[in-house]
C-alpha cells in the first residue's frame, strides 16, 4: 500500500520532517517515492513552517494513496488562512490552560482535605508545643546566624581557660593522667618522641 506520511530529517532535538509518498513497508526515514512538501514545527519568525503541493496530493490520493493522520491534520492547516491557524492555536492553548488550572484546582482541594484531616490530630497535641513552634518559625534567619557563631567564639574562650584548669579540675586531670599511665598510654608524648 502507498501511504502519504512524514518522513523525520534534522538534527536531534530539532526535527524537520518531509511529506513524502512511500510504501507502507519501508522504514520511516527508508527509500520513499516522491516528496511533496514539507514541515517545520520549530520555525520561528519569518521561516516558513509548512509547504505542501496540493495538487500532487490530490493525484496520489486519487491513484489510492492513504493519509497519515499527522498529514491529514496538516493539510487542513495549510488550507487555513494565517489568521485562522492563529485563532486555532490560541484557541488549543487556552483549552490546555484551562486543563491545568482544573488539575492545580483539584490538587488543592485534596491539600484541603488532608488538612482537614490532620487539623483533629494536631488538636490532640499538648498545648505547650504549638507556641513553641510558633515562636521557632517566627526568628528570622539573620539571627540564626550570628547566634551559631557565638558558640565558635565561647569554645575559643574555653580553650585557655582548659590549659588553666581551675582547683577542682586539677585533681580530675591528675586521676585521668594515672590511669592512663596504667594503660599504658601517654596523651602528652607525640609518636615522634618514641
Known amino acids: 500500500m502507498v501511504i502519504i506520511r512524514l518522513s523525520r530529517s534534522g538534527a536531534k532535538k530539532n526535527p524537520y520532517y518531509f511529506i513524502t509518498v512511500a ?17 517545520n514545527p520549530l520555525a520561528q519568525g519569518q521561516e516558513e513552517v509548512l509547504r505542501i503541493d496540493h495538487k500532487k496530493i490530490d493525484e496520489w490520493i486519487a491513484k489510492g494513496a492513504q493519509l497519515s493522520e499527522r498529514v491529514k ?3 487542513k492547516d495549510s488550507k487555513l ?4 491557524l492563529e485563532k486555532r ?20 482541594e485534596e491539600l484541603k482535605a ?11 497535641t ?3 508545643e504549638e507556641p513553641a513552634a ?11 546566624t550570628p547566634a551559631e ?33 596504667k594503660s599504658g598510654t601517654d596523651t602528652e608524648s607525640s609518636p615522634s618522641d618514641k
Open 149 to 181: 557563631e557565638e558558640p565558635a567564639v565561647e569554645a575559643a574562650e574555653e580553650t585557655p581557660a582548659e590549659e588553666e584548669p581551675a582547683a577542682g579540675e586539677e585533681e580530675v586531670n591528675e586521676i585521668s593522667s594515672e590511669e592512663d599511665s
Open 89 to 108: 492555536k490560541a484557541k488549543k492553548k487556552e483549552k490546555a490552560d484551562a486543563k491545568k488550572a482544573a488539575i492545580l484546582a483539584k490538587q488543592q
Open 23 to 39: 510504501d507502507s513497508r519501508k522504514p520511516r526515514d527508508g527509500a520513499f517515492i516522491e516528496r511533496l512538501g514539507f514541515y
Open 126 to 128: 499538648p498545648a505547650e
Open 114 to 124: 488532608e488538612a482537614a484531616e490532620e487539623t483533629p490530630a494536631e488538636e490532640e
Open 134 to 144: 510558633e515562636a521557632a518559625e517566627e526568628t528570622p534567619a539573620e539571627e540564626e
Open 81 to 84: 488562512s494565517p489568521e485562522d
Open 73 to 75: 491534520k496538516l493539510l
